[in-house]
């Protein structure tokens, strides 16, 4: 049996969104806060698998771990660190570059998605992209993975990994770890488009809220929301068919921790001109206190580097004893 573990990251790709903050951050802090060890990363080697502008980059792992810190991680209670700082990353990834399988990559929708008809074109990184996750999360014998709902498919994977590993040497020495993917808003649409996500990732979405917008551009971006004609619905009527009525109750019942049907209850019956302010509202007081402390973290970014290599220290620590006991399982 193995101790419980939580293990999860963010890219440095660009600024955090309501979806990153909604789907990881508010419930790692959750899970920090129950007392399990948890360690949380900044994935700059996931971020390079597509181009990265090195003084951007740099920039966007300091916001990331601002971002985290804001949003209620405590460096002391949370292992907080930098994924290239830990150089097991790489090392367990190549090994586990040599576990998967080509056919099992090429199913990930995540790469098809990604890569797109340019598959030619695309990183080998990119396309290994999720070995190098299972090394993450495995390198840690983590055991509880909280993510949103577009990285299941990459946990299961870890988990195909992980059960490949043990049985072709024939040890019991990585955990099946699980995918922990919870609450209400598992995936934020898009504002714009109800049939994307809300990523950092897709700079053409000018509608996604982000976590350093002031308290103005949150409202206007929910305002404009695309939205049906109809009023809301009861409890009773549910939002199946109303995906972006659904997301945006999502998002509210999030925010507010409240269930679906809670908002429901609440706002069922009244006109979107009438639910957009509330929303924007409480997005409002909910965000912009960890914008605040975002910028204010961010004017020193030598604290944040010392947070960032005191985190290293301690994963490594971790990590180090696990990456020998690999390479000695591996016959090396
Ligand atoms: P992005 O796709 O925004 O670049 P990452 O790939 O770095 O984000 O994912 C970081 C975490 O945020 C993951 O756990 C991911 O599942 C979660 N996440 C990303 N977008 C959303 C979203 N729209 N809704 C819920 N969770 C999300
Ligand atoms: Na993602």
New binding site residues.
């Given amino acids: 049996a193995f101790t419980p573990r939580v293990f999860s990251g963010i ?1 440095p790709s660009g600024g955090l969104t309501l979806g990153n903050y909604l789907g990881a951050l508010k419930r790692f802090v959750d899970s920090q806060n129950s007392g399990v060890q948890s360690i949380y990363c900044m994935v700059d080697l996931h971020a390079i698998t597509v181009w990265q502008d090195p003084a951007s980059l740099r920039n966007a792992t300091r916001e990331l771990c601002a971002g985290y810190i804001a949003s209620g991680l405590d460096p002391e209670k949370s292992i907080l660190f930098n994924q290239s700082q830990v150089s097991a990353h790489a090392e367990l990834g190549w090994v586990f570059n040599c576990v998967a399988r080509m056919g099992w990559m090429q199913r990930m929708t ?1 790469w098809k998605d990604k890569a797109g008809k340019n598959a030619q074109n695309a990183s080998l990184g990119l396309f290994a992209y999720p070995a190098l996750m299972a090394a993450d999360i495995l390198l840690y014998h983590a055991t509880h993975v909280p993510v ?1 709902e ?2 299941k498919q990459h946990v299961e994977l870890t988990r195909d990994i992980a059960t490949k590993f043990n049985h072709d040497f024939g040890v019991d020495f990585f955990p099946i770890p699980e995918p922990v993917i919870e609450g209400t808003a598992t995936r934020v649409m898009s504002l714009r488009d109800g049939s994307k996500k809300m ?1 950092k ?1 897709d700079p053409s979405d000018m509608s996604r809220i982000n976590l350093t917008d002031d308290s103005d551009s949150i409202a206007a971006k929910i305002r404009k929301a695309k939205t049906d004609p109809d009023a809301l619905p009861s409890e009773a009527e549910g939002l199946e068919g109303r995906p972006e009525a659904k997301n945006l109750v999502n998002i509210y019942a999030a925010l507010n921790d409240q269930t679906q049907a809670q908002v429901l209850a609440e706002v069922g019956g009244r006109q979107f001109s009438e639910f957009k302010p509330m929303l924007a509202d409480l997005a409002v007081a909910k965000l912009s206190p960890i914008s605040t402390e975002m910028g204010r973290l961010m004017q020193t970014p030598d604290e944040i580097d010392a947070i960032l290599r005191r985190g290293a220290e301690r994963a490594r620590e971790i990590a180090n004893p696990i990456m020998a006991r690999t390479l000695d399982i591996v016959g090396m």
């Fill in positions: 890219q995540q949103g577009d990285q990523s990732s």
